[in-house]
């Protein structure tokens, strides 16, 4: 059998932690940041986890992660 292959665009946008769930980064912090608050703009720095219900799916596209 054939190893599985990876989608890369998915591998650069998704890490895993140590208790193997998927970290990425926020979106809306690329442009017009000017009328978002200062306090919005921060929260947005954080990695957030991937939800639950999308996991499975991920984890299928990116096997070796």
């Not at 054939?2 to 665009?9: I, L």
């Not at 895993?16 to 200062?38: P, W």
């Not at 703009?41 to 299928?60: C, G, H, T, V, Y």
């Amino acid at each position: 059998m054939p190893k599985m292959k990876t989608n890369r665009s998915a591998a650069k946008r998704f890490s895993k932690t140590a208790t193997g769930k998927l970290r990425h980064k926020r979106s809306y912090k690329n442009h017009i940041l000017t009328k978002k608050t200062s306090k919005r703009i921060r929260q947005l720095r954080r990695d957030k986890s991937l939800e639950a219900a999308d996991e499975a799916r991920m984890k299928m596209i990116l096997p070796y992660l």
